[in-house]
């Protein structure tokens, strides 16, 4: 009879990408992950295999979990601008989390290895694809509902919407502070402000 494992495998890879993100993959060696998991060499090789599949599995955890977070705000109630809203200020308060956003950072170590990894670089660009969609879709809907402009290129928008989410884990890392985190989300939903013809003033985020 196969032994049951006495720990949360879930748990040890948001362990995971709690220590990538911090030391980035080759920043990362197997006594910095044994202290940081909780567990011993063994029990990693057994059931992650090498470093390499351990980080695979938590970037491949981290994403797939922003895309369901993603894909509930995205069909959740409200317009079109708040649900946008809520996908950022969900992601910002994260990042100026200073535990939590260790974890994000796990995607700029994954772009980083992705040029050498052609299996990484493909889950990366099917799951960016992914959170287009999950945008684009929404805003399709928000275009049925009129609450979007039809001549709007809304394909478009939702590449610029990712871009922004990604931009913003990127420019947490660089040492972007909350305040200017908040900014760049006053500059996207005022993009959607001038869709939908209120011009480009700065926006109340107390008001959305």
């Not at 980083?112 to 287009?132: R, T, V």
Request: with cysteine.
């Amino acid at each position: 009879m196969a032994r049951t494992k006495a720990f949360d495998t879930n748990e040890i890879l948001y362990k995971a990408m709690h220590v990538f993100g911090n030391r980035g993959y080759e920043g990362t060696s197997l006594p910095d992950l044994i202290q940081g998991l909780g567990i011993a060499r063994q029990s990693i090789y057994d059931t992650y295999g090498t470093k390499w599949e351990l980080f695979f599995a938590a970037v491949r955890h981290y994403m797939d979990q922003k895309n369901q977070e993603l894909k509930q705000h995205c069909e959740g109630p409200g317009t079109v601008v708040e649900k946008v809203e809520l996908a950022f200020t969900t992601i910002i308060k994260v990042l100026v989390d200073p535990e939590l956003r260790l974890q994000c950072f796990i995607i700029s170590s994954a772009i980083e290895q992705a040029p050498h990894h052609e299996e990484l670089a493909a889950y990366l660009h099917e799951s960016i694809e992914l959170s287009e969609q999950i945008f684009y879709t929404m805003l399709e809907r928000a275009v049925e509902e009129g609450g979007l402009d039809p001549e709007v290129n809304i394909r478009d928008l939702a590449r610029f919407l990712v871009h922004e989410r990604i931009a913003l884990i990127t420019s947490a890392k660089l040492g972007m502070d909350e305040p200017r985190l908040v900014a760049i989300l006053q500059m996207v939903l005022s993009v959607f402000r001038t869709i939908q013809g209120q011009g480009s003033k700065a926006v109340d985020l107390n008001e959305v």
